[in-house]
């Protein structure tokens, strides 16, 4: 509530004007009083008060599901692309925001020329924001770039309430996914490094940094408030990485004697690279339909219908504007791709976006290195396309076509896997 007081010419209080916010309820978010003379101030202040409290405590409750509190949030983008380009980004956001088990509230796309160095969006619409996040009961606003840590304090002192931006939000989710030893040590030096530069002062930005989405996980006990201890932990989680990455080496040493063939399953997260796994060697793998479902590699034995045996694994899934710091982390599991004969690039056609990602995806394989190893471009989920689309992009990018769910659609893959093996071993 804000109230103004005008003055006569003799400098005597003349009218009060007052204005207050409104829950989200009420179709128009503020309500001004008419004007109020000095002996009309009667109006139940406190009353008044307590009401508009009331109404906006009610619409900030968690939401529980299962028992669990649910994170509701504003997405934000301050975009200096194409408004499609931003818009796509959105809905990936969206996507991740769902996968991490986050209500969305609304989401918002500012166009500028250029960021804020600041606030990344104008002082004004950052008002806007913070009271759109109070009408609306959000408990945590997720921005869609990255926030540097000068701008996470600046805004974080104009909100009341939890900020993140798109990598702390990947890495909650990689968090909420780690089962294996290696898996939780590789989320846990992401989440370190990425929170070391932020470690600056034991402000509200690093109270609302720290646990619930976006700082929970193997991580979130250890991620104390002194740089010292968070530089030591990094030390000691990286020690411990390469312990593991020693014994992967060795395994990778075994394998090699026995002179089975590696075939690596890679794509964008979500493209249905588990499913593809289960249905090839008849496991169980977790597939779900959320990005990042799976985290930790596994690997099957296949058998070919000409005898051909090969080790067949399934990768952690890439997603576009892949976090440095977990690309780093994940450098064990990735190392896993350098010995591969034969990658198979899982693509969704019926992902609206699959040019893009399949760009995302080459990207990451050429910033490993990795370009020299055959591949196989795979088009999953045919069932959800027209049959012309289907032919053109098989054509296009020289994919062939499938349904990852139905083995009957896999035997033009399986005879090109299969010949693929025995010319890159021969």
């Known amino acids: 509530m804000i109230a103004a007081i005008t003055l006569t010419k003799d400098s005597e209080p003349y009218e009060i004007h007052v204005g207050h916010i409104q829950p989200e309820k009420n179709s128009v978010n503020y309500n001004i009083i008419p004007p109020l003379k000095p002996n009309q101030l009667d109006i139940g202040c ?85 009271l759109l996040a109070l009408q609306k009961g959000a408990s945590i606003i997720v921005f869609d770039q990255e926030l540097n840590p000068s701008q996470i304090r600046s805004i974080t002192n104009h909100i009341d309430i939890k900020v993140i931006d798109r990598t702390q939000l990947i890495l909650d989710i990689f968090a909420q996914r780690a089962i294996t030893k290696e898996g939780k040590l590789q989320v846990e030096l992401a989440q370190l490094k990425y929170m070391l530069p932020r470690l600056v002062t034991k402000n509200t930005a690093m109270s609302r940094l720290t646990g619930g989405i976006g700082g929970r996980g193997p991580g979130e006990t250890k991620l104390e408030l002194n740089r010292r201890l968070v530089r030591r932990r990094i030390g000691q989680a990286e020690k411990d990485l390469e312990l593991v990455i020693q014994h992967r080496q060795q395994q990778r040493a075994r394998r090699s004697k026995k002179n089975l063939p590696v075939i690596s399953i890679i794509g964008y997260t979500n493209a249905g690279k588990s499913t593809l796994l289960n249905t090839l060697t008849k496991s169980s793998v977790l597939a779900e339909k959320r990005l990042f479902a799976t985290l930790d590699p596994s690997s099957r034995r296949l058998k070919f219908p000409r005898d051909t045996e090969v080790i067949i694994t399934d990768t952690v899934g890439f997603i576009k504007d892949l976090p440095k710091d977990l690309l780093v982390a994940f450098r064990a599991t990735l190392e896993e791709l350098n010995n591969a004969d034969l990658l198979l690039h899982v693509i969704d056609l019926s992902n609206p976006r699959y040019e893009d990602q399949i760009e995302s995806v080459e990207k990451i394989i050429s910033d490993l290195n990795l370009n020299n190893i055959p591949t196989i471009r795979i088009f999953n989920k045919q069932d959800l396309v027209d049959k012309i689309t289907v032919q053109r992009a098989c054509r296009f990018f020289d994919a062939i076509s499938i349904s990852a769910n139905n083995k009957l659609t896999l035997s033009e893959l399986i005879e090109k896997m299969e010949m693929s093996i025995q010319s890159v071993t021969m």
């Open 46 to 130: 406190i009353e008044l008060i307590h009401e508009i409290e009331t109404g906006l405590t009610q619409s900030n409750r968690s939401v529980y599901i299962a028992g669990v509190s649910q994170e509701r949030a504003i997405l934000v983008s301050v975009s200096t692309d194409t408004k499609d380009k931003a818009a796509e980004s959105m809905d990936e956001l969206k996507e991740l925001a769902l996968s991490g088990n986050i209500e969305v509230l609304e989401s918002i796309i500012q166009q500028r020329s250029k960021a804020d160095p600041r606030f990344l969006m104008g002082h004004g619409k950052l008002e806007e924001l913070s």
